[in-house]
């Protein structure tokens, strides 16, 4: 019995070490403001657990509010390999929320 649990807590910890560590998560949004209409396109790092559409305006929409911005939509949602490409597009607003 203590042979099989050992052996069974084992490969749990081998299979945890063996899956990546946290992955980073970031969404590339488009927001607005009113009175005057401005506009802005950002990109976002989001936690782990925001990494679909829905979670991601879930959680970057109040982070947007706090300095009035209203979230229009999440144009997508991508890893660490997509900032580079992203960078000069998003201007001030790179990893600004």
């Known amino acids: 019995m203590t042979r099989s649990a050992l052996a ?4 749990t910890l081998a ?3 063996a899956s990546p560590a ?3 998560c970031y ?3 488009k927001a607005k403001r009113d009175a005057p209409l401005r506009l802005h396109y950002g990109v976002a790092q989001l ?4 990494c679909d559409r829905q979670a991601a305006a879930r959680a970057l929409a109040p ?5 009035g911005w209203t979230l229009l939509n999440i144009v ?7 900032l580079d490409q992203r ?4 201007g001030s607003y790179f990893l600004r929320y």
Not at 87 to 90: I, Q, R, V
């Open 15 to 17: 299979l945890c070490a």
């Open 87 to 90: 960078k000069d597009s998003a």
């Open 8 to 11: 069974c807590l084992a490969v």
């Open 76 to 82: 997508s949602i991508f890893g660490p390999e997509g």
């Open 27 to 29: 969404a590339d949004y």
């Open 47 to 50: 936690p782990d657990n925001a």
């Open 22 to 24: 946290a992955a980073d």
């Open 63 to 67: 982070r947007l509010a706090r300095d």
